[in-house]
Nanobody
Framework: QVRLEESGGGVVQAGGSLRLSCVASAQSFSNYAVGWFRQAPGKERAIVAAVNWSGGNTYYSESVKGRFTISRDNDEKMVYLRMDSLKPEDTGVYYC???????????????????WGKGTLVTVSS
């Protein structure tokens, strides 16, 4: 069983930055690829970014590429999502998700997640 807890959400103006954090309780955290998903109001949950078990491989959706950076610290069992140049369309609940995988970051995708956090709300005002 793996518990994931997100933090760092809030309200920010367009063009601003936020850093989300996800702390995991897992015996072997380095056996998991981890991703951040976003669910905007009235829309389906979608992958935003993911990182493989070692941190050496990452995946970004086209909408955030160049603005968001995902990273992890396996010793601290933490995953971070740095979000820069935020846009109103980045608004939504951000979920941390883990999949037992030692493959690439792209292994984390909807329908292939083993554990979910409860989410943290990010609101970007225009």
């Amino acid at each position: 069983q793996v518990r994931l807890e997100e933090s760092g959400g809030g309200v920010v103006q367009a063009g601003g930055s936020l850093r989300l954090s996800c702390v995991a309780s897992a015996q072997s955290f380095s056996n998991y690829a981890v991703g951040w998903f976003r669910q905007a109001p009235g829309k389906e949950r979608a992958i935003v970014a993911a990182v493989n078990w070692s941190g050496g491989n990452t995946y970004y959706s086209e909408s955030v590429k160049g603005r968001f950076t995902i990273s992890r610290d396996n010793d601290e069992k933490m995953v971070y999502l740095r979000m820069d140049s935020l846009k109103p369309e980045d608004t939504g609940v951000y979920y941390c998700a883990a999949r037992h995988s030692t493959g690439p970051a792209a292994d984390v995708k909807l329908g292939y997640v083993d554990y979910w956090g409860k989410g943290t709300l990010v609101t970007v005002s225009s």
